[in-house]
């Protein structure tokens, strides 16, 4: 019977027939929820004796007062919780592929935005009671507060220590990792490989233009969020004719700081602080390890964090979970 009508069905008959006594068994623990305490006596099985072939004595757990059915009676019938984790981005997509090889004890579910991720995971945890799924999440850093993680963390959404996705790849360890594999079937030095990767991944980041569109985007933003913050409330709009928020622009220090950090050659720090998906680094580290394009790259990485525990280890650490 199908779960939209067997409660509502079972409820009438009760209802029709005050003067019979019904035995209902199921699976279904919402639908035992659905039938008020005071009509039913419930009791969870969770297993049974058998001698000779015949059933000697059942264990049960008895449900009684308004409290839903508790977890150790569910734990009983259906086992632990389904673990799913959301995440950004679209089926295939670089989320999905990463978080699957990274973190594999839940089934990965892209759900579009870091937005969809935080109010998938929220909704879920809010009401655990109605359903049986373990859910957390996972988003990009895109330069969240320290306040701001601790309040997704405790909901369930672990943070990417780095800018986003794309930047585990290029981690400092991880084309270490790769350009040793690479040397290794080559016959070359592994540091000479390592060192020509990051000089092509500073090169990258030198170009001014590319540099003012990183700053830029970082700014703009900052400049959003801000805005957000400062959006009057609709008790504010009815005593107010004009609205002229002062938010404070900071392209120019990011343009700053992003050239001191690539004339420092600190690539971990740029990978923390700033998305670069489209600055060339992708293309240009891939192919100065040998590969023909960025994705093949980051398909030999995530080979390499199957064969790598350690490896592996590294780049999970990075995610927050």
């Given at each position: 019977m199908h779960r939209a009508m067997s409660a509502t069905l079972l409820l009438a008959m009760m209802g029709a027939r005050p003067d019979c006594h019904f035995v209902v068994m199921t699976h279904d623990l919402d639908?035992?929820?659905?039938?008020?305490?005071e009509q039913a006596t419930k009791v969870v099985l969770a297993g049974c004796r058998w001698v000779d072939g015949a059933v000697e004595s059942w264990t049960a757990y008895p449900i009684t007062g308004a409290d839903a059915i508790p977890e150790d009676a569910r734990l009983a019938v259906l086992g632990g919780r389904k673990a799913i984790r959301f995440?950004?981005?679209?089926?295939?997509?670089?989320?999905?592929?990463?978080?699957r090889v990274l973190l594999p004890g839940a089934t990965t579910t892209?759900?579009?935005g870091c937005s969809e991720v935080i109010r998938s995971t929220r909704g879920l945890r809010s009401a655990d009671q109605l359903h049986w799924i373990d859910a957390t999440g996972v988003v990009d850093n895109d330069r969240r507060s320290a306040e701001e993680i601790t309040a997704l963390n405790q909901d369930g959404v672990a943070v990417l220590g780095l800018s986003?996705?794309?930047?585990?790849?290029?981690?400092?360890p991880i084309i270490a990792a790769i350009a040793a594999d690479v040397a290794a079937s080559r016959g070359e030095p592994a540091g000479d490989l390592e060192s020509?990767?990051?000089?092509?991944?500073?090169?990258?980041?030198?170009?001014?233009?590319i540099q003012i569109?990183?700053?830029?985007?970082?700014?703009?933003?900052?400049?959003?969020?801000?805005?957000a913050v400062l959006l009057p409330t609709k008790a504010e709009l009815s005593e107010i004719h004009?609205?002229?928020?002062?938010?404070?622009v900071t392209f120019?220090?990011?343009l700053k700081r992003l050239a001191d950090l690539v004339e420092a050659r600190d690539l971990a720090e740029i990978l923390r602080l700033y998305p670069v998906r489209e600055s060339g680094l992708r293309a240009r580290v891939a192919k100065a390890l040998g590969f023909s394009n960025p994705a093949t790259y980051e398909s030999a990485v995530r080979n390499l964090w199957v064969r790598d525990p350690d490896l592996c280890a590294i780049a999970r650490g990075l995610v927050g979970l």
């Open positions: 639908l035992a929820e659905r039938i008020p305490d995440v950004e981005g679209t089926a295939g997509g670089l989320d999905d592929l990463t978080y892209p759900v579009g986003e996705v794309e930047n585990l790849y290029y981690w400092p020509r990767a990051t000089d092509e991944a500073l090169a990258s980041l030198a170009i001014s233009n569109n990183i700053a830029g985007g970082v700014a703009l933003a900052a400049v959003k969020d801000e805005l004009t609205f002229e928020p002062v938010v404070e120019e220090s990011e």
